[in-house]
């Protein structure tokens, strides 16, 4: 039996294309499956068909919370490495993940809210919130936290209770001021 050396080559060169081609293409389908991290979006409490991640200021509490499809992955990354290890929850997974810059919880099963304990700083603004921390995850039964119905991630931060004291007494000022603005007009 006669062997084209040409007709081997061609057959070399076609395996090596292929095994450079296959995982270029794994990859890329993965890409589009997980989707991209995504920058937080400022909500508010109940944020429909969306995910919204919810910090307490006053304690640096952190939470996810579904109000569509049920998480099954959640990944977020600090890029100011203000995750603190200490102040999670024990992990619920041998794949749960805490450092000082990245929280990871996978629950196959799907759950509408994840609790990672307090976790960030307190006294954040909302602003430093959102310009540190980016968001990525999967859903249950497929896609990812971008195709979630109501868009997002959002991030809902807890008014503080003297903020809302605040502004407890400044409409308490309000409707008196505005009170004695018609009286004084049934006067004249």
């Known amino acids: ?3 084209n050396p040409d007709r081997q080559n061609e057959t070399a060169v076609m395996q090596r294309i292929r095994f450079i081609l296959v995982p270029l293409v794994l990859f890329a389908l993965g890409q589009f499956a997980y989707g991209q991290p995504t920058p937080l979006v400022l909500g508010n409490a109940t944020n429909i068909d969306a995910v919204t991640m919810i910090y ?3 304690d640096g509490q952190f939470n996810a919370v579904s109000d569509g499809a049920d998480l099954t992955t959640l990944e977020i990354q ?3 490495d ?3 290890p200490t102040g999670a929850n024990p992990p619920t997974s041998p794949f749960d993940l805490t450092r000082t810059n990245k929280l990871f919880r996978l629950a196959p099963d799907g759950v509408s809210a994840i609790s990672f304990g307090q976790v960030l700083p ?3 603004t909302a602003s430093q919130v959102i310009n540190d921390l980016i968001v990525d995850g999967s859903l249950l039964g497929g896609g990812n936290l971008q ?3 109501g ?5 809902f931060v807890v008014p503080e209770p003297s903020s809302s004291c605040l502004l407890l007494t400044g409409l308490v000022v309000f409707r008196s001021f505005i009170a004695r603005r018609v009286v004084r007009r049934k006067r004249i």
């Open 147 to 149: 195709r979630a119905g």
């Open 151 to 155: 868009g997002g991630p959002y991030l």
């Open 122 to 124: 307190t006294s954040l």
């Open 1 to 3: 039996m006669v062997i």
């Open 78 to 80: 600090s890029a100011g």
């Open 56 to 58: 307490d200021p006053s």
């Open 82 to 84: 203000w995750f603190i």
